[in-house]
């Protein structure tokens, strides 16, 4: 009796298609992939179960952490440009180039005006251990963080024709008080709508 | 796999030497590996929730207009102290007791839901939804604030409003213990 024989059969696999979808999805990720600011107010959101997404550009943030520190954000690196050299002329301080395109390219910062040359010029290695003692503020008309906020929005108005949404950031807990401040920091400038940046919670049900 | 070709020249005796034809398949495996692992590194470190926001707005200030003259029985007052407790009352502050509850579903959220059923039952149809004073004292966080503004939308409060807390209600938070 002869007997049945298994046909061997090839481990190998074709792998063209695998290959294939591999690389679109690899292609898909970087090309979505945004890198990451690092944001030295270290503001961690409270969570709430609103659905309303922030835009991605056009936005000027105040982020409130590390006890009461104000930290400002605004889009547009021609806009921040703009914003530094009116800045200088107010408060008197001149800028060399080097430190108007550093400040450009500076997503984020929270430090006095008289601390201003100091963080401009530190290298980029040094930046994330020097601590930013945040944007002065009170509730009156003219401090500094008002004057930073005006003059940003004169700017983008200048260059883009636009007006910034205004979204704030706090850290959980921060105690009211210091939102406070902002906020009549903003209503001063006729600003009454706001976008309060939460992490989304599962909506309850009712 | 790459092989090598052992077999001698002997074969073609007197007759065309022929190349070999080389394979087209490409061992894939290691490309593939490659690709996964950098589709792994971008999925972790792309972030797909983005962060959402909560709108506030405030009224403006500078104008002093329609101010229109509202029940008293119609408002509920959220005093938020520290310590993550709030206090509220119904009406004008000092005349009823306030009473001390805890934020979320069995607290605040109860609370308004109660409250609201109580004055659209006891008021004549336009006007018979509550209004919300929110009043944050100085020790109550940014957490509370949001965690009672959150309650309102989650309860469809129509109106309700940051109003600066009076002496009176910090009293109030001060005797029971929350203002510390």
Partial sequence: MPRVKVARKSTAIDMTAMCDVAFLLLTFFILTAKPKVEDPSKAEVPAS?????????????????QQNK????????DVRTETLK?????????????????????EIFGVPMSQIKQFLSLPTSELKGF????????????????????????????????????????????????????????EHQRLFKFDLITSLRAAPRR | MAELDTSGGGKHKGGK???????????????????????????????????????????????KTNQLPVAASRTMTVLLGGKNKLEW??????????TVDGYGPNGLRKALIENGKAVASSHAAPDDYMIVLIKPSDKSTYENLVAALDEMSITGIKSYA???????????????????
């Fill in chain 2, 89 to 98: 009352y119904m009406g004008e502050p000092g005349k009823s007791a306030p």
């Fill in chain 2, 17 to 63: 030497v022929r190349s070999k034809k080389a394979s087209t398949r490409v061992d894939l495996t290691a490309m593939v590996d490659l690709a996964f692992l950098l589709i792994t590194f971008f999925m972790f470190t792309t972030t797909l929730n983005k962060p959402k926001a909560m709108n506030l707005t405030k009224p403006d200030n500078s104008v």
């Fill in chain 1, 131 to 186: 601590e930013q003692r945040g944007i002065p503020a009170d509730t009156t008309i003219n401090n500094e963080l008002s004057d930073w906020i005006i003059t940003a929005r004169k700017a983008n108005r200048g260059l883009h024709g636009k007006d910034y949404s205004i979204a704030i950031k706090g850290d959980r807990k921060e105690q009211y008080p210091a939102i406070n401040t902002v906020i009549s920091v903003f």
């Fill in chain 2, 162 to 180: 940051i109003v600066k807390i009076l002496p009176m209600e910090i009293d109030a938070l001060k005797t029971q213990g929350l203002l510390e």
């Fill in chain 1, 70 to 77: 104000i930290f400002l954000s605004f889009s547009g690196n």
């Fill in chain 1, 49 to 65: 179960s609103a659905q309303v997404v922030i835009p991605e550009d056009n936005v000027l943030m105040a982020s409130i952490g």
């Fill in chain 1, 86 to 106: 009116s800045m200088g002329e107010k408060y008197k301080i001149a800028f060399t180039p080097a430190e108007i395109n550093r400040f450009s390219n500076t």
